[in-house]
């Protein structure tokens, strides 16, 4: 039988860590292997022990959540570590705070203990637990704002600029040559676990001219993607927004699919405007890509540049293959050194579909230079 992996909880609640551990112990894949009840008692297991994750809560006296991964950021200590986030404005927007500053997922903390000791909260517990312990720890990557009034280079991708090998043994898709830039086009983006974060190093680095608009479905439950939403617009020259029923679409803005609902795309009266709606999850997720994706093979875009990003599963993929049939695509996917888990940006590579693998980094210049922009 394989070792168990070793959890670390931390958490000031005294309930909180007893029914976190008790939910921990009962799959036989984990065990608690010590607890903390705040940030400073926490970074000091931490810099004398090895973790597989870190179950770790926001708000603590002393050191709170946020502070101990500043610090574990600034000193270059590495985790694999899951936030307890609560259900509210404030913690929403510290949630996607900790998942910039390299937590790898979050589940959303119990109300009561009805709740906590509920199903609910185990399943979503051990599985981001379960990705989390597979998941890959990046190390940090650094990126150049736009600065107010600077002009956007063409950027140029080579082939050198896809981390791309052997031993990936993925076939790109050949013939299909980059979009024009005369015809009327969209960009709709997929990401998972790891998202957040990696959104950070594509759309804070599109120009605010972008002749454009963009969607994106980034897996969260609602009440998370307005704060994802609103960080995004602080630092990005582009309009980002959590789309609502109704919007049209424009150029030059980026419109997030909001948690709990799946997000389409409808021509109605010679206009795009997003639809929203509440069928089941699909995938096992709301909002499902594959909704967006296959919206717009009924839409009147001539071209869809279509990209996924780090995440679990294969959203994205039945979505991107029913669009390619309809609609001229130019597919970019994730490599996997650079993925957090390397789940959506596999499935699609897998159908051979896919125009270009990149790293990263280098997402925003090639989706740029296959506008035309």
């Known amino acids: 039988m394989a070792e168990k992996k070793k959890i670390l909880v931390v958490d000031d609640s005294a309930l909180m860590r007893r029914v976190v551990c008790d939910i921990i112990n009962s799959d036989e894949n984990f065990v608690v292997a010590d607890i903390a009840k705040d940030g400073l008692e926490a970074f000091a297991l931490l810099t004398d022990n090895q973790y597989d994750v870190v179950v770790l809560d926001i708000n603590m006296p002393r050191m709170s959540g946020l502070e ?6 600034k000193l270059k200590i590495s985790a694999k570590i899951i936030m307890n986030s609560t259900l ?7 949630t996607i705070r900790a998942l910039e500053l390299g937590a790898v997922d979050f589940v959303t903390k119990p109300e009561n203990f009805i709740a906590a000791k509920g199903n609910d909260f185990r399943v979503s517990l051990l599985n981001a637990i379960q990705v989390a312990a597979n998941a890959r720890v990046l190390k940090k990557i650094s990126i150049v704002r736009p600065t107010a009034g600077k002009k956007t280079e063409r950027l ?10 052997k031993k990936d043994e993925i076939k790109l898709r050949q013939g299909n040559k980059p979009m024009g830039s005369n015809s009327n086009k969209i960009i709709a983006l997929a990401c998972s676990t790891g998202g957040p974060k990696s959104l950070q190093s594509v759309v804070p ?14 897996h969260m439950p ?11 617009n602080d630092v ?20 997030i699919a909001p948690g709990g609902k799946h997000m389409q795309v409808r021509n109605v009266g010679g206009q795009h405007k997003i639809v929203l709606t509440d069928e ?7 909002p499902c890509a594959n909704y967006m994706y296959e919206s717009l093979a009924k839409s009147s875009y001539d071209e869809v540049i279509c990209v996924v990003l780090t995440g679990m599963g294969a959203d994205g993929t039945k979505g991107i293959k029913y669009l390619n049939e309809r609609k001229k695509t130019y597919v970019i996917s994730q490599d996997e050194r650079s993925c957090v888990v ?23 210049e090639t989706i740029l230079k296959n506008l035309g922009v």
Do not use: H
């Open 342 to 364: 390397y789940g959506m940006p596999k499935a699609i590579a897998e159908t051979g579909l896919v125009d270009e693998v990149v790293t990263l980094t280098k997402i925003t």
């Open 280 to 286: 089941p999850p699909r995938e096992g997720v709301k």
């Open 88 to 94: 509210t404005k404030e913690g929403a927007a510290e």
């Open 68 to 73: 101990l991964l500043e610090k574990m950021q």
């Open 236 to 255: 990005s020259k582009i309009e980002v927004r959590e789309a609502a029923e109704g919007d049209v679409l424009k150029a030059g803005c980026v419109y």
């Open 205 to 218: 680095l599109l120009p605010a001219n972008l002749p454009y608009p963009m969607l994106i479905v980034q």
């Open 222 to 232: 609602a009440g998370f993607t307005k704060s994802l939403a609103d960080r995004l």
């Open 156 to 165: 140029i991708s080579t082939p050198q600029n896809n981390n791309f090998g």
